[in-house]
């Protein structure tokens, strides 16, 4: 295991001046900390948390809250959890994960928190996750839009949910269809709420109405229906109502692959007979997948990253400018799924 006279060799400075970098009791030049925290990176350097909390008067921990119940996570967890736990790793962070079903936070859960701040993701309107940080004046950074009446300006990352969904309707209007059906987040998130705009805005830019069926929510996580929502849906609408849907819009891949199911025992086939695309999917398994499934890339390692660096920023780890909202860019991966009709 590194140790900090490893680092202070290889990056050409006193012991004294590591200490400095993560600590952030003295200032050190923007040149010195960049080498600093390269060599550590590279070392795997993690500084003594018992000892530097005596130092800086800090827990040296920051919390990670995502409201996902009692289910696994899938691909997007995975990856922005892993990038999310190295980043802190560089500036001497640990990362406390809380999994919490939604609408069931209760006061203590932050209250009694040995955290110097918070990365909160999948906010929900009026997220009380948010409001007791907020009242508590724990540093926070959300990934996702901010949607609380009494909080006006919240550092957030986020993927352009707008652009995203419009992007995916022109995508599939482009190839002639007209009559699409989009399975959304649920309609408590602020993603959702953002999405179901752009689904609309988009389709009032085609001159296309928007009918009752079009538009779909996933239930709560803890419910009966969460387990089938895809398969319901789309049984119901294209199965009982006999919609003329051509295509469908799944917000993840396990909905994704519900309606793959629902498809094949309604005895319809894709692309041929419906085209499927998946907002947020593992894109290991969008190409493992018979057909293989056309889905977005939402960057989510890079979501991870970028909202501990702003977290750092807010804590005054690190310097410099940083934006209050940071976008990570987001593209369409084609696949097989899709097709011209």
């Known amino acids: 295991m590194a140790k900090i006279d490893d680092v202070a060799r290889l990056a050409k400075v006193s012991k004294g001046t590591v200490s400095n970098v993560f600590s952030q009791k003295r200032p050190t030049s923007k040149e010195v900390t960049e080498r600093v925290m390269s060599v550590s990176r590279k070392l795997n350097y993690v500084p ?14 920051i919390g990670l809250t995502i409201p996902h119940g009692s289910f696994f996570f899938n691909a997007f967890h995975t990856q922005f959890i892993n990038a999310v736990i190295l980043e802190a790793s560089y500036y001497g962070y640990r990362v406390l994960l809380d999994m919490i079903p939604l609408q069931k936070v209760k006061t203590p859960f932050l209250s009694s928190y040995p955290i110097d701040g918070a990365v909160v993701m999948s906010p929900t309107t009026d997220d009380e996750r948010i409001d007791l940080m907020h009242l508590g004046q724990i540093p926070f950074v959300t990934v996702g839009k901010v949607m609380n009446a009494n ?41 959702s709420i953002v999405r179901t705009a752009g689904f609309i805005q988009a389709m009032h830019d085609h001159q296309i109405e928007v009918e009752p069926h079009m538009i779909h929510h996933k239930p709560a996580i803890l419910s009966n229906e969460y387990m089938d929502y895809g398969y319901a849906e789309t049984i119901r609408v294209l ?13 993840d891949d396990r909905t994704a692959f519900s309606v793959l199911n629902a498809i094949k025992d309604l005895g319809l086939r894709v692309p041929e007979d419906i085209s499927l695309f998946v907002i947020c999917g593992d ?59």
Not at 48 to 61: D, E, F, G, P, W
Not at 239 to 251: E, P, Y
């Open 151 to 191: 909080i006006d300006h919240a550092a957030s990352v986020d993927n352009d949910n707008m652009k995203i969904i419009t992007s995916i309707c022109n995508y599939l209007i482009d190839k002639g269809h007209r009559n699409l059906m989009f399975l959304n987040a649920n309609e408590l998130m602020t993603v």
């Open 283 to 341: 894109l290991s398994m969008m190409v493992q997948s018979n057909p293989s499934l056309s889905s977005m890339d939402l960057q989510p390692s890079e979501l991870g990253i970028q909202s501990v660096r702003l977290l750092m920023h807010k804590l005054d780890v690190l310097k410099g400018d940083f934006p209050e909202n940071k976008i990570i860019d987001s593209k369409i991966i084609e696949r097989d799924s899709c097709s011209t009709i």
């Open 48 to 61: 003594n948390h018992i000892a530097r909390s005596l130092v800086t008067k800090k827990t040296m921990a």
């Open 239 to 251: 199965g009982k109502l006999k919609k003329q849907v051509t295509a469908i819009i799944a917000d």
